[in-house]
């Protein structure tokens, strides 16, 4: 039989919602009941790796995630490995004697393996990275000519929030009216060079995996809370139009403010799910005390917080010497591997104090 592998390897950074998204209108299709926005990180650090191949000699589809295999026939992986193969196109390299037709990708099987190069499913949206990526690379392999809005289109079936990881800096997914889907895609606000002081400091609390999936989390809380009705129908609109002007106008005041009041009313609409949710942790209340009082103390915000399904603290600060007095503090209040159970900080491109 024919003897030979094609692969493709990328690199996608992992994203963080300053305005949440939290609820499924279609949880097959992953449409959310709400329009969200992001900031890309920086690719050096809190990515996702991911190389794909494809061999007439693999017998089936497979993945390993961090040296360990895990199993692809979840449905989500199936939506976006069928929406893949379905806009394959024909490739063909001469000097290697390759020649797959769109109608062989059908028949041919992959071989994924892919690394987070920090704690998966502690509420580090690992699976946004993860799941962009392996729609990325995937669609490379493929020679899929779709653009990126398409592909967030299918991304968005592997994982909600991945849908965002296509672009950097700062990312809206517009929720969509289609019941098929096709207008739920990401698109970008500004690129990676619009906003460039932002540091993006993230105090890891707990890098243990978090007790309630983003998924299940999702359906109790729509199931039962009252406040998310409200948030989805009279709150986020608003804000969405408030955030797309502040980023516009890099109004840091307003941002931080935003931000904080988002990604609070997210963890209270957790509270009002039945059974409630619980995130934040101890810690986690300490370092928002910590920094409302700092930014009541200079006059106006220098630090944004944000948590998403997990304890560990996303901290956004003005510009590098506000990152560098924030760092500070938490230093002195959260001494890493002391009484709180703070293990590191990832700030900028290393991560310290392991
Ligand atoms: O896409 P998921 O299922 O990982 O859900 C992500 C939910 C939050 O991270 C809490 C919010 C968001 O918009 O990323």
């Known amino acids: 039989s024919e003897k030979w592998i094609l692969n493709v390897t990328a690199q996608t950074p992992t994203n963080i919602a300053v305005i949440k998204y939290w609820g499924k209108r279609d949880e097959d299709l992953i449409l959310p009941i709400n329009d969200s926005i992001s900031v890309t990180l920086d690719p050096n650090h809190l990515c996702t790796t991911t190389s794909v191949a494809v061999s007439p000699a693999f017998t089936q589809d497979r993945m390993w995630l961090n040296g360990k295999e895990v199993s692809l026939s979840g449905g989500r992986y199936q939506n976006c490995l069928r929406e893949l193969r379905s806009r394959a196109s024909d490739f063909e390299d001469e000097k290697k004697g390759i020649k797959i037709t769109k109608k062989n ?112 989390g999702m359906r109790d809380s729509v199931e039962t809370s009252p406040l998310i009705k409200h948030r989805a129908k009279e709150v986020v609109p608003k804000r969405i139009i408030e955030m797309e002007e502040v980023i516009r106008k890099r109004d840091f005041p307003a941002f931080a403010r935003l931000t904080c009041a988002d990604s609070n009313q997210f963890h209270a609409v957790c509270l009002d799910t039945l059974p409630p949710i619980f995130y934040m942790n101890d810690t986690s209340h300490r370092i928002i005390s910590c920094v409302e009082k700092w930014n009541r103390h200079e006059g106006s915000p220098q630090v944004a917080y944000t948590f998403d399904a997990g304890p560990n603290a996303v901290l956004i600060s003005h510009n590098r010497k506000a990152a560098t007095l924030l760092l500070q503090r938490l230093l002195f209040y959260f001494p890493p591997k002391s009484d709180t159970d703070l293990n590191s900080y990832v700030i900028g491109d290393k991560t310290i104090l392991k």
């Open 105 to 216: 990708w059908e028949k041919l099987h992959v071989h994924v393996v892919s690394y987070n190069n920090f704690p998966t499913a502690a509420g580090l949206a690992s699976s946004a990275a993860g799941l962009a990526c392996l729609v990325f690379s995937l669609a490379k392999l493929m020679n899929v000519k779709e653009d990126h809005s398409k592909l967030s289109a299918i991304a968005r079936q592997g994982s909600g929030s991945a849908c965002r990881s296509l672009y950097g800096g700062f990312v809206k997914w517009i929720m969509g009216k289609e019941e098929n889907g096709s207008d739920s895609i990401a698109v970008q606000l500004a690129d990676e060079k619009h906003w460039d002081d932002l540091v993006i400091i993230i105090a890891v609390v707990s890098s243990r995996q978090k007790e309630t999936s983003s998924t299940s």
